[in-house]
Nanobody
Framework: QRQLVESGGGLVQPGASLRLSCAASGFTFSKADMSWYRQAPGKERELVAT????????VSANSVKGRFTISRDNAQNMVYLQMNNLKPEDTAVYYC????????????????WGQGTQVTVSS
């Protein structure tokens, strides 16, 4: 059974840092592209950052570039989101997502989501 468990959220002041963690189990972690998404109240869920299977490439949303860094540890089945210089607009529930794709037979494209962790940035 595939499972993702996020941790590390909390209430912080503007300018502070947080490190989110996501523990993966039940699938071959090194074969999954991993992403962090977030959803603020009344807004759609949006992509924050993605890291490829080997960790050699990352993509980040323009709103977090230069402040957030995604990384992974394939030996520990973990993915992280280091968030620096947090702003009130970063307040959201942050979700970890795994995407497994196989392009040869039998083909599949499946995604698994964690339950989310709340990040609140407020003075």
């Amino acid at each position: 059974q595939r499972q993702l468990v996020e941790s590390g959220g909390g209430l912080v002041q503007p300018g502070a840092s947080l490190r989110l963690s996501c523990a993966a189990s039940g699938f071959t972690f090194s074969k999954a592209d991993m992403s962090w998404y977030r959803q603020a109240p009344g807004k759609e869920r949006e992509l924050v950052a993605t890291v490829t299977r080997t960790g050699d490439r990352t993509v980040s949303a323009n709103s977090v570039k230069g402040r957030f860094t995604i990384s992974r540890d394939n030996a520990q089945n973990m993915v992280y989101l280091q968030m620096n210089n947090l702003k009130p607009e970063d307040t959201a529930v942050y979700y970890c997502k795994a995407r497994l794709i196989r392009t040869t037979f039998p083909q599949y494209d499946v995604s698994e989501w964690g339950q989310g962790t709340q990040v609140t940035v407020s003075s």
